[in-house]
């Protein structure tokens, strides 16, 4: 499969063999909490197991926006 990282840098990894996806993210050091991982146009959860025709591609979770201010 094609890995696509985008955090912290960007990087693309060839690996072998069918896995979940918090396996792959396991493997390479990365907080699954901190990231979103793509399949195409999907999301995918952790227990999404992805084979080796498949291209993921992993981007850093973006908070921020307005907040309601209590007053």
Do not use: C, W
Request: proline share 4%.
């Amino acid at each position: 499969m094609k890995v696509i990282v985008r955090y912290p840098k960007r990087q693309e990894l060839e690996l072998k063999g069918a896995r979940r996806v918090r396996d792959i993210l396991k493997e390479l050091n990365i907080n699954p909490e901190a990231v979103l991982v793509i399949r195409g146009d999907s999301l995918v959860t952790g227990d999404t197991v992805v084979g080796d025709d498949d291209v993921i591609e992993v981007r850093p979770v973006m908070s921020g926006g307005q907040t309601d201010a209590v007053h």
